[in-house]
């Protein structure tokens, strides 16, 4: 009986792994494409590494190529003197289209530079939306309405 | 020509005595469990409120059922004649195997003194898989009692009887099919199709277009077929609703087609258990050639649903589960291997299958496949992810024992008093089958 | 429909709402003791301490729950109240019904059209079918009794029906010294919730527990940490449960009409072959 015994349990076990080996290829299969996925995602360090430099374009680097850092402070802040300006920028400066919004939301941001300094800046690029209507909540005499502009600036200097 | 006899040969005593004793133990624990209520004799609980119950004497017990409808449409509906010898044992343990799961259910049921509220049409509820079991089950059972009654009469020896049961059946089971239909879409038009093809089927029969079947009526068996198609796929569909606590081994949309894949499996497996075991009891020669014969379906429909199995659970991208360090994993290999792989690999050895042995032990595997397959679904598997836990309580198991052995004596008692195993001309002469037959040849 | 809304931040734990559930709907006390100095419950409930009894069951449909988180560095208590969660937005569409509604064999549980789900105690059978079926694992049985009862809150749906005006919300919302259950129509709560949400982001967890889980509940929950650190059920699917044997349950007839004309098909086919061969025998046996 042992040659049909050995015969059976062949078989079985043969079946087994045939069982096996699907699975394990399957596993592989969808390990391989889930590894691949996430090369498209950056990692945190990657994140503060690209919003840093992108914050000091907008406010700091384009803007003293042409006028110092001190005439750039002092600008008036209310919105009429903005568009104002951002419009003879936008004549004379040869400051292209897309750079006028970048300006117009780092003046937005610049506004409250005494709260948003760049070590806070750099902390809610990895904040929720949430997270930064707080912070920016917890600015003195803030409404919510203007807390709700700065973070579409803040987005929108973001932007990579 | 064949013949029935009532089988007499010398039952072992021991086994008897053990049976007794198991059925008056587990009847004192149900009575201390309708006197004292579910929690007094269970350890189930709000978590789990479906246990051994639930997975055994249940789900497990209405899958070994399957012989009756695969056994009669491999033989009234192909045609193969020369399984007639297994048919009425076959359909008396797919009769009592149904009575006693409703007895079971009794016990598990909270109400179960209600349960005929189920059939009230301002009850009915057709978004609930549990109504049509339900409906399916008691429907089927009365199909069953229809189908064992000529051993009835045959023994009580009225064949005026036997020709009213003739003309009648396919009135009762059209009646019952019609109805069925409209319990389970309440639209008159589905109930209205269905009594127009049996009723014309009836008349092509009646006009000779299509051969009629005597004595069983062909219309009785085919109900039969349909029900427990319905049912044993329904039974899976039960789970269908916990994606959330039910194991992703095992839950998919495919789980009606599962559980029916598996019961097509286990019914011839049953039917060759069933006749060694009791060949083994009543000291009869077991039908080893037409066994064997029923035994070669088993691998290809073990094969069938092995490949569903896996290719479902690789599919849904379940295969991480089963690779994990938890019971469930466990369970699942077990499953698998000891459960499909094994008994698959038996069966498809000719030198094995040919063998009284061989097929116990292929078929036991079989049967212990689709338990452990039922038993997974049902409560291995099942993760309610609160701080309760189940196991079953030593109570649940003797009650469960108890209706199994209340089942088995029921069994030996219509066998010993009703015409249910058959003599052939053929069998007498057929040379001795190689492998041992148990004690002497009966009268 | 009529829905609870549920402010955690406004609760103080005064428990309330569970003994107003109690005296409401006449249920009977449990015997209970300091959870963490029972041995068998010690682990799981060693950061639940005071929570009284530890579970909901067929006596209590209502329990307020002691959460230990850490928050900003401290250590704190945040609550939650465990009930029915109501499921489902639509009496009619039967897809839409909750999971113990769509289980029950013989229509026992109920969703009416203002909201709660009910359930009729003279059908139910006690299959237990609607607890595994919940999601939330809310329907409670008397497992003690020889008679026993499916029980859960019904949103004090008598109350509701009895439509006295100032006694229509639920017992619970009525006793909340701190309107953190604010009872009303779900599109003003919902509304209300994400004004709450939008106005403190820093004081909740930013979702509503409720709004679209299995489909949308009637009972909406708001917190301050996120909800599985309140052990409420998480990672359910956004669809009801319904769908899941909608197909399986529609199927029935087209498989006995299928099934039916198949057999009747292959019967006739196989004795036709049968009978001819048997009368080929027999003709070449007769010459």
Known sequence: ?160 | MSETFIAKGKPRLLGQFVLWVLLLVGVAVTLKRFLFGLGSTTNLNDSYPWGLWIGFDILTGIALAAGGFTLTAALYLWGNKKYHPLARPAILTAMLGYIFFVIALFIDLGRGLVMWRMFLPWNWQHESVMFEVGWCVATYLTILIFEFLPSVLERFKRPDLMRLWETFTPLVVVALITLFTYAMTSSARWAATILIITVLFELLQASGAVPRSRPVPILLIMAGVLLSCLHQSSLGSLFLIVPHKLNALWHTPLLPIEFLLSAIMVGPAMVVFEGIVSARVFRRRPELELLTGLAKAIPILISIYLVVRVVDVAVRGAVFHAFALSPQAVMFWVELSIGSALPLALLATPEVARTERGLFWGSLLTVAGVLIHRLNVSVIGIEAHTWQSYSPAVSEYLISLGVVAGGLLAFRYIVVHFPVYETSARLEAAPRPAGRVGGTQTA | MRAMLIDSTRCLGCRGCQVACKQWNGLEGEETSFLPAQKEKAAEFAHRGYQNPPDLSAKTWTLLTYNEVELDGRLQWVFGKQQCMHCGLDAEDRNQWPACVVSCPVHALEKTKEGPVIWHAERCIGCRYCMLACPFHIPKFEWDKAWPRIRKCTMCFDRLQAGKAGFTEPACSKACPTDAIVWGERDDLLAEAHRRLEENPGKYYQHIYGEHEVGGTCVLHLSSVPFEQLHYPANLPNEPLAVNTSLAMKAPPYVIVGLSLGMIGVYSARRRKIEAEANESEGSRHE
């Open chain 1, 1 to 160: 009986m042992s040659g049909t015994f050995l015969k059976v349990m062949i078989n079985s076990l043969l079946v087994v792994n045939t069982v096996l080996v699907v699975f394990v290829c399957n596993m592989v299969f969808s390990l391989n494409r889930k590894v691949e996925a996430l090369g498209t995602v950056a990692t945190k360090s990657d994140l503060i590494a690209m919003a840093a430099p992108s914050i000091e374009l907008a406010s700091e680097g384009q803007c003293t190529r042409c006028h110092t850092a001190r005439r750039f402070a002092g600008v008036p802040l209310d919105e009429e003197h903005r568009s104002a300006l951002l419009r003879q920028h936008a004549r004379t400066g040869n400051v292209p289209d897309s750079e006028i919004e970048k300006i117009r939301a780092s003046l937005t941001i610049f506004g409250y530079g005494q709260y948003l300094t760049r070590d806070m800046l750099q902390r809610m690029a990895l904040m929720t939306d949430g997270e930064r209507m707080e912070v920016l909540l917890g600015i003195p005499e803030m409404t919510l309405e203007q807390a709700r502009k700065v973070l579409t600036s803040y987005k929108m200097l973001l932007r990579l």
